[in-house]
C-alpha cells in the first residue's frame, strides 16, 4: 500500500515539478506574468500538500517559504524580482532531487535540514509554529463548513470561494441591527441557510426581539468582498476559504491545475493496440489480389469487392491516425528534466549555462520521445563539458559569461528534427584530424583527403575523444558513438555543424511514426524492393544523356549540385541498365546527396516493417521485411549499409 | 398594517420592520392551524423571519422581493424541514401542515 502511495506521488510530484519549472521559466523571461505566477503558485501549494504525505518535512518547509514568495507576488501584483526567481528556482530544483531521494532511498538523506534551511526553508521551531496555526484553524473550521457544504445544492457550490457562519449577537435587533439586512449585502450570493441557534426557546416561550438565529452562506466573490459586507460586526462572523477544503486530496494530486480530462494508460495496452492496426493493414491489403481474381469470373463482384476493400483502408486509415494519435506524446515529457540537469551539470563543472526549449509542445510517438532523452542528455553533458568555455575563456573572447544553450524541436515532413546549438567554442576539423590520426584510426594522408565536414563526423566513430582531461562528467567514456547508436536505434541519424569560436550544432532527424513506416516501392532489376520515404531526399525523372561519367563512375547534375548516380541493381549484385529515361531516388550519404538509379517507382505504401531475423539477419543491405497485400515479401533496405 | 388576518391565513405585505415579529408571534401563537402567507411581502426583518422559523408555520406565496425570495425563503422551508426532522414528537403533532411536506 504504501509502495503504491510513494509510485503516484513519483509520477505526479514530478508531473507538479515540471510545471512549476514551466511556470518560472516563463517568469524568467517576464518577472510580473499574473498568470505565471498563478500557476507557479498553484503547483508548488499542491507539491506542499502531496510532500506533507510522506516524511519529507525539509521539502514542506522549502516548499512553504516559496510559496509564501508566490502568494505575496501574486496578491499584491508587484511581480517577482530575479533573485526571488532564482531563489524559486533553486527550491523547485532541490524538491526534485528530494524527489529522486525518495524513489532511490525511500527517505530523504541525512543533511535534507540544513539543505533547506539554506533555502530559506526555516528551522524546526519556526515550521512548526507556521505548521500549527492553520491547523488549528483549519479544525475548527471543517465542521461547520463540511456540514455546510453537504447541505447545500450542488449547482450552489458551484464557483462558490468563500463560505461563512455569521452568529449574530441575541442584543443586535436593540441595536437596531437587521442580520438579514446585513447578509442580503454579501455578494454574489449563492446559498443562504438560517439555524436555529444554541439555547433556541420553545415557540411557547418565543422573545420575538432577541436573536437565535445562526447564517451560513456561500458566496462566489472574493473573501475581501465577503468580509466587507460583515465589516460592522467584524466579530460575529467565521469565514472559510471554499476551494482549498473542499476539494479532496486525490483529485488535487491528479489534476494538478490542468482543467482537461487525462487518463493514464499502460504502454503495452498501446503497443498492443499499434499491433493490431498494423495486421489491420496487412488484412486490408490482402483484399486487391482477391478483387483482381474475381475480376475474371465476375465484374460485379471485383467491383464490389474493391469497394469494399476502398471503405476498409479508409476506416483503417481512420483507426491508424486514432491509435498514433493516442501514442503522441508532447515531447515537453520527456525533455523537461533536461534544463535541471544541465543546471547541474553546469554548476559542478564551474560553468554558467542557460538552456533554452523550443517547440517541445510538438507531439511524436511515446517510443520516439522516450528515446531521445538519453542522447539528448549526453549531446548536452557534451556541449557542456567541451563546448561552453569557463568563463574566463568566454569573458577574453567577449562572449557573454552565461553560455546559451539551444534545444528546438521541429517537424520535416515525416521526421522530426531536434537540434541542440551552443555558443561556444565549436569543434576544430584539424585538431579531429590529428586525434584521428593519432589513435591510429586513419593514416595521414586518409585524414588530409577528408573535408572539414567529414572531419568532423569522425566524432562518432568508436571510441573517438579528445578530452584532454577526463572530467568527472565525461569520465564514463561516454562518447558521440552513442548518441549515433541511439538515433540509428529510432531509425534516425545525427549530423554535426561548427564553426571554430562561435559554437556547434547538433541535428537529430528521426521518423515521427513508429508504428508503420512510409515506404517507396522500388524496382530494381527483376525484383521489388522498399525504401523508407524518410531516407530518401527527392526522386528525379532526368534524360539519359544527363547522366555523365566522373572518374570511375557516374554523376548528375541536379539542383546545380553534381551527384554521384549508382545503379541500384548492381549494387544488389544484379546488372545495371540503362534506360532512355533514367529514374533516380536522391538520398543522403555521408552527409551528401547520392543519387540511386532504380528501374521503375512502385507506389507508396504504409507498411509495418518487421526486423530482419533468420536467415536474413546475416544480410547486410536489408533493414527488414513487410508483407504485400498479395501475399508476397517486400525486402526494406538499408540505404545507407548498401551505399557506404 | 403589514401583518393581516385574513380567515385562516397571516398575510405579511410590504416590508416588514422588527415592530412586525410581535403581533405576528401574537397571532400565530393564537391558532397554531394559521397559514402565512407572504405573497406581495416586501424584505422581512429578521427578527420576522425568526418568529417563522421558530412557528415551524408553512409559508405560501412568492416575495416580489429578490433578496427574500431567492434565499429566505429557500432558507426558511429548508430550515422548518430540519426543525420539524429534529422535534420529532410533541412539536410536530401541533403543526397541521407539517405532514404534508
Known amino acids: ?644 | 398594517m403589514s401583518v393581516r388576518l385574513d380567515g385562516t391565513t397571516v398575510h405579511l405585505e410590504g416590508d416588514c420592520p422588527v415592530e412586525d415579529a410581535e403581533p405576528l408571534l401574537a397571532l400565530l401563537l393564537a391558532d397554531p392551524a394559521r397559514a402565512v402567507s407572504v405573497e406581495g411581502a416586501g424584505r422581512l426583518h429578521g427578527a420576522v423571519v425568526q418568529v417563522l422559523l421558530a412557528a415551524g408555520v408553512r409559508v405560501s406565496g412568492s416575495s416580489a422581493h429578490p433578496f427574500q425570495r431567492a434565499h429566505v425563503l429557500t432558507a426558511l422551508v429548508a430550515g422548518n424541514e430540519a426543525g420539524s426532522r429534529e422535534a420529532g414528537g410533541s412539536d410536530a403533532a401541533d403543526r397541521p401542515g407539517n405532514s404534508e411536506r
Open chain 1, 1 to 644: 500500500m504504501m509502495d503504491e502511495l510513494l509510485a503516484q506521488f513519483l509520477i505526479e510530484g514530478r508531473d507538479l515539478i515540471a510545471e512549476a519549472e514551466g511556470h518560472l521559466g516563463l517568469l524568467a523571461g517576464s518577472g510580473n506574468d499574473p498568470a505565471a505566477i498563478d500557476g507557479a503558485f498553484r503547483a508548488v501549494h499542491t507539491l506542499k500538500g502531496s510532500v506533507a504525505i510522506f516524511d519529507m518535512a525539509p521539502a514542506e518547509r522549502v516548499l512553504h517559504a516559496a510559496e509564501d514568495l508566490l502568494d505575496t507576488a501574486r496578491k499584491s501584483g508587484a511581480g517577482l524580482s530575479s533573485p526571488a526567481i532564482a531563489q524559486l528556482v533553486a527550491a523547485v530544483d532541490q524538491t526534485a532531487r528530494w524527489i529522486d531521494e525518495m524513489e532511490a532511498h525511500g527517505a530523504l538523506l541525512p543533511g535534507a535540514a540544513e539543505i533547506a534551511a539554506g533555502l530559506g526553508g526555516g528551522g524546526a521551531a519556526a515550521a512548526a509554529e507556521v505548521v500549527a496555526e492553520p491547523e488549528a484553524e483549519a479544525e475548527a473550521e471543517a465542521s461547520w463548513l463540511g456540514e455546510l457544504l453537504a447541505r447545500v445544492a450542488a449547482d450552489a457550490r458551484d464557483g462558490a470561494q468563500v463560505a461563512f457562519r455569521y452568529t449574530p449577537d441575541p442584543d443586535c435587533f436593540f441595536r437596531g441591527d437587521d442580520p438579514l439586512a446585513i447578509v442580503e449585502a454579501v455578494p454574489e450570493l449563492a446559498a443562504l441557510t438560517l439555524l436555529r441557534g444554541e439555547g433556541w426557546p420553545d415557540f411557547a416561550d418565543w422573545d420575538p426581539f432577541r436573536c437565535h438565529l445562526v447564517i451560513e452562506g456561500l458566496s462566489r466573490a472574493g473573501i475581501d468582498a465577503v468580509r466587507g459586507a460583515f465589516r460592522l460586526v467584524p466579530d460575529q462572523v467565521a469565514f472559510a476559504s471554499v476551494e482549498a477544503e473542499a476539494v479532496p486530496q486525490s483529485e488535487t494530486l491528479g489534476e494538478a491545475g490542468a482543467a482537461s480530462r487525462v487518463l493514464r494508460v499502460e504502454a503495452g495496452r498501446l503497443d498492443r493496440l499499434a499491433d493490431g492496426v498494423g495486421e489491420l493493414l496487412v488484412a486490408a491489403n490482402s483484399l486487391t489480389p482477391l478483387a483482381e481474381r474475381a475480376e475474371a469470373l465476375d465484374p460485379a463482384l471485383a467491383a464490389g469487392i474493391r469497394a469494399a476493400q476502398a471503405e476498409v483502408e479508409r476506416v483503417v486509415g481512420e483507426v491508424h491516425r486514432s491509435v498514433s494519435a493516442v501514442r503522441q506524446v508532447p515531447l515537453a515529457a520527456s525533455l523537461r528534466r533536461l534544463p535541471r540537469m544541465a543546471r547541474e551539470i553546469a554548476g559542478g563543472l564551474g560553468k554558467a549555462i542557460r538552456l533554452e526549449l523550443r517547440g517541445e509542445t510538438i507531439e511524436a510517438d511515446k517510443e520516439v520521445a522516450d528515446g531521445l532523452f538519453e542522447p539528448l542528455l549526453h549531446l548536452l553533458r557534451n556541449a557542456i563539458d567541451h563546448g561552453i568555455e569557463p568563463p574566463e575563456l568566454r569573458a577574453a573572447a567577449g562572449k557573454p559569461a552565461e553560455g546559451v544553450l539551444a534545444l528546438t524541436v521541429a517537424r520535416q515532413g515525416a521526421s522530426l528534427v531536434v537540434t541542440l546549438r551552443d555558443d561556444g567554442r565549436g569543434i576544430d576539423p584539424h585538431a579531429i584530424r590529428a586525434a584521428a590520426v593519432g589513435k591510429g584510426m586513419l593514416g595521414p594522408q586518409e585524414a588530409a583527403q577528408l573535408d572539414d565536414a567529414a572531419a568532423l563526423r569522425l566524432i562518432f566513430a568508436a571510441g573517438f575523444s579528445t578530452a584532454a582531461a577526463v572530467t568527472d562528467v565525461s569520465g564514463r567514456g561516454v562518447g558521440m558513438d552513442v548518441v549515433q547508436a541511439a538515433a540509428e536505434r529510432m531509425r534516425g541519424r545525427i549530423e554535426v555543424e561548427s564553426q571554430v569560436g562561435a559554437g556547434t550544432s547538433f541535428r537529430l532527424v528521426v521518423p515521427l511514426d513508429a508504428i508503420t513506416t512510409r515506404l517507396l516501392v522500388v524496382q530494381a532489376g527483376a525484383d521489388r524492393y522498399g525504401v523508407r520515404l524518410d531516407q530518401i531526399a527527392e526522386t528525379a525523372r532526368v534524360a539519359s544523356d544527363r547522366l555523365v561519367p566522373l572518374g570511375l563512375g557516374t554523376a548528375c547534375v541536379l539542383r546545380d549540385r553534381t551527384v554521384p548516380v549508382l545503379s541500384l541493381a548492381a549494387l544488389l549484385g544484379g546488372e545495371a541498365r540503362r534506360q532512355a529515361v533514367a529514374r533516380l531516388l536522391v538520398t543522403q550519404a555521408a552527409g551528401a546527396p547520392l543519387a540511386l538509379e532504380v528501374d521503375g517507382f512502385g507506389g507508396r505504401i504504409d507498411a509495418v516493417v518487421r526486423a530482419k531475423s533468420g536467415i536474413l539477419a546475416g544480410v547486410r543491405h536489408v533493414a527488414g521485411t513487410t508483407l504485400l497485400g498479395d501475399g508476397g515479401v517486400l525486402l526494406v533496405l538499408d540505404l545507407p549499409e548498401l551505399i557506404g
